[in-house]
């Protein structure tokens, strides 16, 4: 099946430093990528869709200037949490369609967030 | 009231029983219906996807969807102590630009005991 790859796993942060995420389609091209959010116990929030070539589209209540979303490529997405704060921390995850089966998504194995 | 229902449980059986798993929905645009596995920690791992009404079955898991009574269940037979995992159900709906926003399920916390 496709491949979707996140780095780093899981990362620890102060409070006010910023933090990358990549997320990678290993075996396949993705125009439109996800990123969700999932605090313990809870399910998967989404909080944009990010698209290559353009701005990503972010869902009511997340706050664009804070979670930057870079689709720099077709198999390249990338999240930067910017002044992170301990109730950013959070298992972040992003999810990937196939080029032309877009109704089914392969997700990474997820982030790990710890901002102390 | 949430887009999709899906009791959190915890879910507890013995090796070997059949499980079941449901998720009731209340938007009848859903056109597309999945079940993801997730191990704790891990990312979410597609199982079953089914876009029509009825059933489709993979090794021991069959995915049943009723459109009708916009329900759906994740049956799962002889039951191993490696199925023990979270399962949430995820349905989508078309939209422009390409790929399909998921609505997730809170997820069903299943463990199988020896």
């Known amino acids: 099946g496709a491949v979707v790859s996140q780095h780093p796993s899981w990362v620890i942060c102060k409070s006010g430093t910023s933090v990358k995420i990549e997320c990678r389609s290993l075996?396949?091209?993705?125009?439109?990528m996800f990123w969700y959010r999932q605090f313990p116990k809870q399910s998967l929030m989404l909080m944009a869709t990010?698209?290559?070539?353009?701005?990503?589209?972010?869902e009511q209540g997340v706050e664009k200037d804070k979670f930057l979303i870079n689709h720099a490529s077709l198999t390249l997405s990338t999240l930067t949490v910017t002044s992170a704060h301990p109730e950013d921390s959070s298992f972040y995850i992003c999810?990937?369609?196939?080029?032309?089966?877009?109704?089914?998504?392969?997700f990474g194995p997820g982030t790990r967030l710890t901002v102390l | 009231q949430k887009e999709v229902e899906q009791d959190p449980g915890p879910l507890s059986v013995p090796e070997g029983a059949i499980v079941s798993l449901n998720c009731t929905y209340s938007?009848?645009?859903?056109?597309?219906f999945m079940w993801y596995r997730q191990y704790s920690r891990k990312g979410p791992e597609l199982l079953m996807y089914?876009?029509?009404?009825g059933n489709k079955e993979d090794g021991r898991f069959t995915a049943q969807v009723d459109k009708s009574s916009k329900y759906i269940s994740l049956f799962i037979r002889d039951s191993q102590p490696s199925d023990s995992a979270t399962y949430l159900c995820?349905?989508?709906?078309?939209?422009?630009?390409?790929?399909?926003?998921?609505?997730f399920g809170t997820g069903t916390q299943l463990k199988v005991e020896l």
């Open positions: 999810s990937a369609p196939l080029a032309g089966g877009q109704d089914t998504q392969y």
């Open positions: 075996d396949f091209q993705a125009t439109t």
């Open positions: 990010s698209n290559e070539g353009s701005k990503a589209t972010y």
């Open positions: 938007n009848s645009a859903f056109q597309y």
């Open positions: 089914t876009y029509s009404s």
């Open positions: 995820a349905m989508s709906r078309r939209f422009t630009g390409g790929g399909n926003k998921l609505t």
